[in-house]
């Protein structure tokens, strides 16, 4: 049966972020690891077909994922089976651990101050002081990035930061050299543009 | 007051008469009652194992609501359920199952609150809350206390303790 998710698919973003930076090959479709999850918070309020809001204390939990903010809202499909779209703000948080496709597992920590999807657009996006940090569970291989925005195709599993006109910082530390790799800090590229809701 | 003492035990038979309506699990046959309410306000009053249902006026949606104890204040309630199984059936839809420790049911505002161990359950999730409102008029809801909805695979199910009422 379909259960296809796209909430998390912002929690798969973080994961395709990683991918995007070389971790972990190609990585499956965000939404398809997810099939079971819940979803927690101090209130919930909505229609029975949706859309639905929830409010104070809110953690998204997936598989070994887990999304806290402080605002969420879904808006389900007609048949209720997924997501049609999403929004959620105030200090997001994703942690977890990742299997990538490679079999590679991950430590991975994310903040960002608002997130975003929309499945018609196959779209997540994250803004606002976006913070990633993922950590290779075998080899203690950590790589970072910061940016303004990330936007991640569900689709084609591209992602794309975005950090104004200043360049988006992305660093990649080796365990055993203890030390930032040479040239790993620095420019990625400053993508502009308006990212698809 | 002679009119009152009639009013009374006119009640009291009527109460008899629906009490055994009211037992057992054949609830698939049971008349509405809120089709044939007592006919004047009284005290509180009470009832061992019924239901009681709610329809909107231009068949969009029906409320049921079961329980093993039913008090209401008065002919139109608000009524009290201990414990409560309910269930929201919109046209074409899903039903809509809820099950809590306790209910109150305003068929003037329908209005349903459930509290204390609440679940609700609608296709593929299921929520379970301390306190939930239900706005029966617009299929509307809101959660609070700490609030769990559980989503995906695995069909909702009733919680595992708390009503016995008989379910669909």
Same mark, same amino acid.
């Given at each position: 049966?379909?259960?296809?998710? /796209?909430?998390?698919?912002?929690?798969?973003?973080?994961?395709?972020?990683?991918?995007?930076?070389?971790?972990?090959?190609?990585?499956?479709?965000?939404?398809?690891?997810?099939?079971?999850?819940?979803?927690?918070?101090?209130?919930?309020?909505?229609?029975?077909?949706?859309?639905?809001?929830?409010?104070?204390?809110?953690?998204?939990?997936?598989?070994?994922?887990?999304?806290?903010?402080?605002?969420?809202?879904?808006?389900?499909?007609?048949?209720?089976?997924?997501?049609? #779209?999403?929004? /959620?703000?105030?200090?997001?948080?994703?942690?977890?651990?990742?299997?990538? /496709?490679? #079999? /590679?597992?991950?430590?991975?920590?994310?903040?960002?101050?608002?997130?975003?999807?929309?499945?018609?657009?196959?779209?997540?996006?994250?803004?606002?002081?976006?913070?990633? #940090?993922?950590?290779?569970?075998?080899?203690?291989?950590?790589?970072?990035?910061?940016?303004?925005?990330?936007?991640?195709?569900?689709?084609?599993?591209?992602?794309?930061?975005?950090?104004?006109?200043?360049?988006?910082?992305?660093?990649?530390?080796?365990?055993?050299?203890?030390?930032?790799?040479?040239?790993?800090?620095?420019?990625?590229?400053?993508?502009?543009?308006?990212?698809? #809701? | 007051?002679?009119?009152?003492?009639?009013?009374?035990?006119?009640?009291?038979?009527?109460?008899?008469?629906?009490?055994?309506?009211?037992?057992?699990?054949?609830?698939?046959?049971?008349?509405?009652?809120?089709?044939?309410?007592?006919?004047?306000?009284?005290?509180?009053?009470?009832? !061992?194992?019924?239901?009681? $249902?709610?329809?909107?006026?231009?068949?969009?949606? $029906?409320?049921?609501?079961?329980?093993?104890?039913?008090?209401?204040? !008065?002919?139109?309630?608000?009524?009290?359920?201990?414990?409560?199984?309910? $269930?929201?059936?919109?046209?074409?839809?899903?039903?809509?199952?809820?099950?809590? @420790?306790?209910?109150?049911?305003?068929?003037?505002?329908?209005?349903?609150?459930?509290?204390?161990?609440?679940?609700?359950?609608? @296709?593929?999730?299921?929520?379970?809350?301390?306190?939930?409102?239900?706005?029966?008029?617009? !299929?509307?809801?809101?959660?609070?206390?700490?609030?769990?909805?559980?989503?995906?695979? !695995?069909?909702?199910?009733?919680?595992?303790?708390?009503?016995?009422?008989?379910?669909?």
């Amino acid at each position: 049966m379909r259960r296809m998710l /796209a909430l998390l698919a912002l929690v798969g973003m973080a994961s395709g972020a990683l991918t995007g930076l070389g971790l972990a090959g190609q990585a499956p479709p965000a939404s398809a690891t997810f099939q079971r999850g819940t979803i927690e918070a101090k209130s919930w309020a909505g229609p029975i077909q949706g859309p639905w809001e929830w409010s104070k204390e809110v953690k998204v939990t997936s598989s070994d994922l887990t999304m806290t903010c402080d605002w969420l809202k879904v808006w389900p499909t007609k048949d209720g089976r997924d997501w049609e #779209k999403m929004e /959620a703000t105030g200090k997001i948080s994703i942690s977890g651990r990742y299997v990538a /496709a490679d #079999k /590679a597992e991950w430590r991975v920590d994310g903040r960002a101050e608002a997130a975003s999807y929309d499945a018609k657009t196959g779209q997540g996006v994250l803004k606002g002081s976006v913070d990633f #940090k993922a950590t290779n569970l075998a080899t203690g291989a950590t790589i970072s990035a910061v940016a303004d925005k990330l936007i991640y195709d569900v689709k084609t599993r591209q992602f794309r930061f975005e950090r104004g006109e200043r360049p988006v910082r992305v660093e990649w530390e080796q365990p055993t050299e203890k030390a930032t790799s040479p040239g790993a800090t620095g420019q990625a590229e400053a993508a502009k543009g308006e990212a698809a #809701k | 007051m002679i009119h009152s003492a009639t009013v009374k035990w006119g009640l009291l038979i009527l109460l008899v008469s629906l009490a055994p309506l009211g037992c057992g699990g054949k609830t698939k046959t049971r008349p509405p009652e809120d089709e044939k309410p007592p006919t004047s306000a009284v005290g509180e009053m009470q009832m !061992g194992g019924s239901v009681i $249902r709610v329809a909107d006026p231009e068949g969009r949606w $029906r409320f049921e609501a079961r329980s093993e104890q039913i008090e209401a204040e !008065g002919v139109d309630g608000p009524y009290r359920l201990h414990p409560a199984e309910c $269930r929201y059936e919109e046209k074409g839809r899903p039903p809509v199952l809820m099950w809590a @420790e306790s209910a109150r049911l305003d068929k003037g505002s329908k209005r349903v609150l459930l509290t204390g161990k609440v679940r609700v359950s609608y @296709e593929l999730w299921s929520l379970d809350a301390e306190r939930v409102e239900y706005d029966l008029k617009q !299929g509307k809801v809101v959660a609070s206390g700490q609030t769990k909805l559980t989503y995906g695979e !695995g069909e909702s199910e009733r919680p595992s303790s708390g009503s016995k009422g008989q379910g669909q």
